[in-house]
């Protein structure tokens, strides 16, 4: 079937079907209809064609003017010879461009173009297997483990808006265009495969001169870069069959290179000290190398197995940054020491290049580095980075031919490094030969150096496990297909132990900006990762090395290009993907490899960034928010909410989050402490303004005076509670548990009781460290409305912020009825009582005075009783909800779950094991709450459940009675309706507050 936005039309044309592939959007329906009725299969499609893009007008907007569109596809129909390739956009339009070309038919010319199509064409063509797709030049800024292939390749945010008339592949085409689209896929692997290869050669060769830096290799240099080439082949070889991407190019990595060179020159120097000979040298490097990346090879592999990829991402981004800005650093160096000739090893070693000789040798190199920056910068031609690698050793070819030099006379000026005898010109088994290991006997290698070696082997693991994480990350943001971290770290694991099997010992991993170009060419098959991997193994088996024919400069100026893009990433660009402080510590983390070395400096590095995730960690947030009223579970009458309301000032609570330490407990006391000040020490205020501390009329137990009186004196006398909510605390050690205690101890100096909450029998490891210091007791654990006296040892601790509240409250609650704020708690009321709880009713709704027990004599004719024992269920979630309760004694809990509700109605997508987890909010009604109004009127299912939790009496209004009454009595109706709104008001604001308070504890 077509995708949305093309319409498939099939017409007979030199004896074959072909598919044509409208524009999305269309004007002039009719004209275009008519046009394309010719190529319509049927008269029924002719004449739907109209509407059809009509719709598909409607849809997207002209990205062209109407003209060009419609000479454009006129022009297309018109065409001699269609492509052989279908290529959609993202959202399955078709794409806006209508020049009729063939992929690879001018693929000199115009293979920018072809390697411009969308990303959605690959998935077009993974749906018809044969169908190929192509968009973009090099793409992706380099990350790390990224740059040794194509650094600086511009991310391919800009789309062609091309679209190639042509015959789509499936089930109903003919054999012949399959084969040719088959063919096609093959030249465009080819092509692939030669471009990426033009791109290693010079690559590979610039990365064994950095390896092998020191000039003790000089005289065997090219058969290193030899080794270096058969590493890579291998490298590629199995990445392009185990990965699965077929599209993968996997080389030796820039990542690991300076842990590679570091290793090779530190055993020259040890193997100097200890007056080896240079075969023993030589070969103990080489072993070395290949062991340790053997070694690298099994722990990667273990690590994918075991599925540990995330472990090996927990080295601070800064650190690793830190080490990637040296490697630039490192590489360009090197480019400039192996341009000019001068050994860069040292800041001082700079002023060498101030020379004559050096300079002008140097000269060449910046040039040749510019002028690929400019290229790489002006054109997306996956022909520009080719081209250019080779014009720059065409360019000194072609002066060495008009100065009448030859190679020779350049090779003795320095310009082009000399051979090396007949070492590079013998069979190419006899490399083997430098590990000076002969007849299985390994006299000739220096064992000692060894061991010094493996905490440079162990860095390297995580630089390159590290390095290959990121590089998947990158391939994951293009590819269609979701990838396996783990499985693909394995294949890197295989590659790397596959290279040490074969004798070569060098790191290697994905080479993410190369891959993403040959998935984006549209390339589908692994003939691309065999050609490059063919021609790297020749280069190896050739009996002559590419340095001995190439200029230095040329290889430097790679170098420095590399270098220059991987420190302008980590040094400089870095500083806007960062916080202050991390780029801070990532230049830190530099300069303490520039001055202390590579592994002390990446472990000053990793010191720095544990201190400062120490310094931030102990920033735990503290939220202060106030409680009450009635933010508790209980739902509290209108007369209640009025009196809790004046006690606002005297609860506070405070939420934690994270691990509480020794390095943050302290100051998150403090910041409660200034909390309690701040909030509870001003409750006496009120008072003050009355001009005596005791107001008029009090005595003893007793209290006579005006509301505002009552409310002053209940005020100067109630508790003050700061409640410490431990719900998203991660854990805590014995210095935070102890400072709690000396905080129990400071706000009870402040006559504030504090109280714990979220601390149920599941979080023992938090409990026992606060009862081993004495902040609270194991009875302290009590029932909100357990005897306020009860418990002296410790605070007390309550497994919920409902259940704390509510203690709050019902104390607050006590001291209002001692001085008459609000009545005593009823354990029972009839319907004449229930009707005055809920105050006089104004009198603009229900004039002149109202006869509550005549009112509830007559509602009870509408009314039937229920009692249910404890525990027995009212309704349940999702149930009819045909009655509404009006409770006379006993309490109602109703379990409130907002996300579950949510789910059922606009999110069915969450999954249960969220649901499972999700927070249930309980709300008790005793006498005179009204329960199940909502549904009721709303005349929706349940959307939650209520259980009795004492013995309840209830009086039920069914729908049927209701609507009788509206009948039969309007002015009861009338009354009741009333009542109830004003309760569900209520019930509204208490389940506002509710919420709210769960986005805080």
């Known amino acids: ?266 055993i020259v120097e040890t193997c100097s000290a200890a007056g080896k000979d240079s075969a023993t040298t030589l070969g103990t490097v080489l072993l070395t190398l290949l062991l340790t990346t053997f070694l690298v090879g099994v722990l990667i592999i273990l690590t994918g197995t075991l599925k540990l990829a995330s472990l090996v991402q927990y080295v601070p981004l800064p650190v690793v940054g830190g080490y990637l800005g040296y490697v630039g650093y490192f590489c360009l160096a090197s480019g400039v020491s192996l341009a000019s000739g001068v050994n860069v090893d040292s800041p001082q070693t700079w002023l060498q290049l101030m020379q004559w000789d050096p300079a002008v040798k140097l000269a060449p ?64 088994w006899e490399i083997y030969s430098l590990y000076n290991i002969h007849d299985l006997s390994f006299k000739g290698i220096y064992w000692a150096v060894m061991p010094r070696q493996i905490p440079t082997a162990l860095a390297l693991f995580f630089v390159v496990a590290f390095g290959s994480s990121l590089d998947v990350a990158a391939i994951q943001q293009d590819s269609p297909e979701p990838l396996d971290y783990n499985r693909e770290l394995v294949t890197v694991g295989w590659s790397n132990v596959a290279t040490a099997v074969a004798g070569a010992g060098f790191t290697g991993s994905y080479i993410f900006s190369q891959t993403i170009f040959t998935m984006r060419a549209g390339v589908n098959s692994r003939i691309n990762g065999f050609i490059v991997s063919l021609l790297m193994l020749a280069i190896f088996v050739a009996p002559f090395s590419v340095i001995e024919y190439l200029p230095s400069y040329f290889f430097g100026s790679l170098m420095i290009w590399i270098g220059w893009e991987i420190a302008r990433d980590w040094l400089f660009l870095a500083y806007h993907r960062v916080r202050g402080v991390e780029y801070g510590l990532l230049v830190a983390t530099f300069m303490a490899i520039m001055v202390m070395g590579l592994e002390l400096g990446i472990a000053a590095g990793i010191v720095a960034a544990s201190l400062l995730f120490a310094y931030n960690y102990s920033k735990v947030l503290v939220t202060a928010f106030t409680v009450v009223p009635s933010r508790s579970g209980a739902v509290r009458t209108f007369e209640q909410r009025t009196v809790l309301e ?86 805590l050690d014995a210095t935070a548990a102890r400072t709690f205690y000396s905080l129990r101890s400071a706000l009870e100096r402040l006559e504030v ?72 708690r009823q354990m029972h009321m009839n319907l004449s009582e229930v009707l005055r709880a809920h105050l006089e009713l104004p009198h603009a709704i229900l004039p002149g005075p109202i006869n509550y027990a005549k009112a509830a004599g007559e509602l009870r004719a509408f009314m039937t009783v229920t009692h249910l024992q404890p525990g027995s269920p009212l309704f349940k979630q999702g149930e009819h909800s045909d009655v509404m309760f009006i409770v006379e004694s006993g309490v109602v809990t109703c379990h409130m779950d907002f996300l579950r509700l949510h789910h059922r109605m606009q999110l069915p997508t969450l999954s249960q094991d969220v649901l499972a987890v999700a927070p249930v909010r309980q709300f008790d009604y005793g006498p005179g709450g009204i329960v199940g109004e909502l549904d009721f009127f709303l005349q929706q299912a349940r959307s939650f459940e209520a259980v009795c939790k004492d013995s309840c009496t209830l009086l039920c209004i069914s729908r049927t009675s209701f609507e009788q009454m509206a009948q039969q009595a309007p002015k009861l109706l009338n009354l009741l309706q009333t009542i109830i709104l004003r309760s569900t008001c209520l019930s509204v604001a208490h389940a506002l507050e509710a919420l709210e308070r769960s986005g805080m504890d």
């Open 646 to 731: 004046q006690f606002n000032p005297r609860c506070v609570a405070v939420s934690l989050s994270g691990y509480i330490f020794f390095g943050s407990s302290v100051k998150i006391s403090d910041k409660v402490l200034e909390v309690a000040k701040a909030t509870l020490s001003d409750a006496s205020v009120l008072l003050d303004s009355l001009g005596n501390g005791q107001p008029n009329g009090s005595s003893g137990d007793t209290f006579e005076g005006s509301v505002r009186e009552r409310f002053q004196a209940a005020a100067a006398v109630s508790p003050r509670f700061l409640l410490l909510d431990f719900r998203r605390v991660q854990g």
């Open 1 to 266: 079937m077509a995708p949305f936005g093309s319409v498939p039309a099939g017409t007979r044309h030199d004896g074959q079907y072909r598919t044509v592939n409208l524009p999305a959007s269309l004007p002039r329906y009719e004209g275009f209809a008519s046009t394309l009725g010719g190529f319509a299969r049927s008269p029924q499609a002719s004449r739907a064609l109209p509407s059809i893009l009509r719709s598909t007008q409607e849809l997207e907007e002209p990205l062209i003017s109407e003209q060009q569109r419609e000479s454009a596809f006129i022009e297309s129909l018109q065409a001699p010879s269609l492509t052989n390739e279908r290529s959609d956009t993202a959202d399955g339009h078709a794409q806006q461009s209508f020049r009729p070309t063939s992929l690879l038919a001018r693929s000199l010319g115009t293979l920018n173009e072809v390697f411009s199509r969308q990303k959605a064409g690959e998935a077009h063509a993974a749906e018809h297997e044969d169908a190929t797709s192509a968009r973009g030049a090099l793409g992706g800024s380099p990350t790390a483990g990224s740059h040794g292939a194509t650094p600086s390749m511009a991310s391919d945010k800009q789309r062609s808006e091309d679209i190639v008339i042509g015959p789509m592949p499936d089930a109903r085409e003919p054999p012949t265009t399959i084969k040719q689209t088959r063919a096609a896929q093959v030249q465009a692997a080819l092509l692939c495969g030669v471009i990426n290869s033009i791109i290693t050669i010079p690559v590979m060769t610039s990365f064994a001169a950095i390896i092998f830096q020191d000039h003790f290799f000089q005289p065997v240099l090219g058969q290193m870069v030899k080794l270096v080439f058969l590493s890579s082949g291998v490298h590629q070889l199995i990445f392009s069959i185990k990965s699965t991407l077929p599209f993968a190019v996997g080389q030796v990595q820039d990542v690991g290179l300076i842990f590679l060179s570091a290793m090779a020159t530190s």
């Open 753 to 824: 009781e504090l109280v714990l909450t979220h601390l149920p029998t599941t979080r023992p490891h938090i409990r026992q460290l606060l009862m081993a210091h004495g902040v609270m007791v194991e009875s302290a654990v009590s029932d909100a409305h357990e005897d306020a006296h009860a418990v002296h040892q410790g605070c007390r601790a309550f497994d919920h912020m409902e259940a704390g509240l509510q203690y709050c409250e019902e104390r607050f609650l006590e001291v209002a009825l001692h001085y008459k704020l609000c009545k005593p």
């Open 365 to 428: 190199a910046v040039v040749s580095t510019l002028l690929l920056m400019l290229v790489m910068s002006r054109f997306r031609s996956p022909w520009a980075l080719p081209a250019v690698l080779i014009f720059i050793p065409g360019v000194f070819f072609v002066v060495l031919a008009c100065l009448h030099k030859s190679l020779a006379q350049a090779q003795d000026g320095g310009w082009v490094a000399r051979p090396q005898g007949d070492e590079d010109s013998g069979p190419f």
